[in-house]
């Protein structure tokens, strides 16, 4: 959540973006065999995929958060969102909208696994961009950021990987039909690209289809992280002192963080309020409360009490 110069992560992702079907193939695959990416010719006959994709499949399930950084071992978010058999998990196949708000945000507040995509949705707010800006932005937050050297031609390619990751594709018919595939980030809207194809744009959106849970679970997490009770509202905007801020990774105006944050506040009554002090406006969490079932309550359709 915090960017820590010492440990971040660049170009793991093999050159391959995150596909539609790969979480639920590599998370069922390590159900069925908790040590499968340990051999990963084994893994390249059973997943029937590419060794280079299966190293990105790994790479991704850590990214997002579905399996452990340091091991194999699959999270308690991962078991509650991919889990195909019983209890069966909230979205097994990626098939709710809300799945895909919420990747994006496990992705876009990983500054150690995913560091690309923190300094993107974080600190990269030029709303026109080319490629080549991109690239060029990246590299100087790395210089001024990360302790260790990066190559220039890895972080080429990781800011490829993003946009492909979130613009939606043109329907090529000479590309292959499995790179035509879009990822399931495109679907959101957050970075388009112009007419032409010759720059992109990342720009504040009312996000209509944000659901509130994935904020909850994302405002939640940033307290946790933190280890405080109460936020400025700037600071749940933009990113401060190395932290994910839900405004930023959004993509959202101010008013419209605002707008959202006092919808919180109306759903899930006792535990946010906003209070102004001294002309600071500040989100209070009133009560600790598990983000997972924030996210259980949202797809078993339940109140929050009841989620179990």
Known sequence: MKLNPEKTSFGRHETFPLRYGWLP??????????????????ATVRMGVGKNMVHSIRYWLRATGMMAS???????????????????????????????????WLLA??????????????SFHKPKFTAQEAQVALRDFVKANVKSAVATTTLKSDAAVLLRMYVQSKGNTRTPLEDALDSPLSVLGLI???????????????RHGLPEAVLAYAVIELFRYREVQALPLEELMYSRQGYAAPGAVFRLSESTLVGKLENLVEVFPGIFEIRETAGLHQLYQLDEVDPLKVLNAHYRSRPLESAA
């Not at 507040?109 to 974080?122: H, K």
Request: charged letters at 25%; proline letters at 6%.
């Open 70 to 104: 340091n091991d194999y071992s699959l999270t308690q978010l991962g078991k509650k969102l991919l889990n195909e058999e019983k209890p069966r998990g909230w979205d097994p196949y990626l098939e709710d909208e809300t799945t895909i708000w919420l990747l994006h």
């Open 25 to 42: 193939k590599g998370f069922q695959a390590v159900q069925k065999d908790p040590h499968i990416f340990e051999n990963a010719d084994e």
């Open 109 to 122: 507040s990983n500054s150690e696994l995913s560091t690309t995509w923190f300094w993107f949705f974080n």
């Open 192 to 206: 388009n690209q112009e007419p032409g194809g010759k720059s992109y744009m990342s720009q504040a959106s009312p």
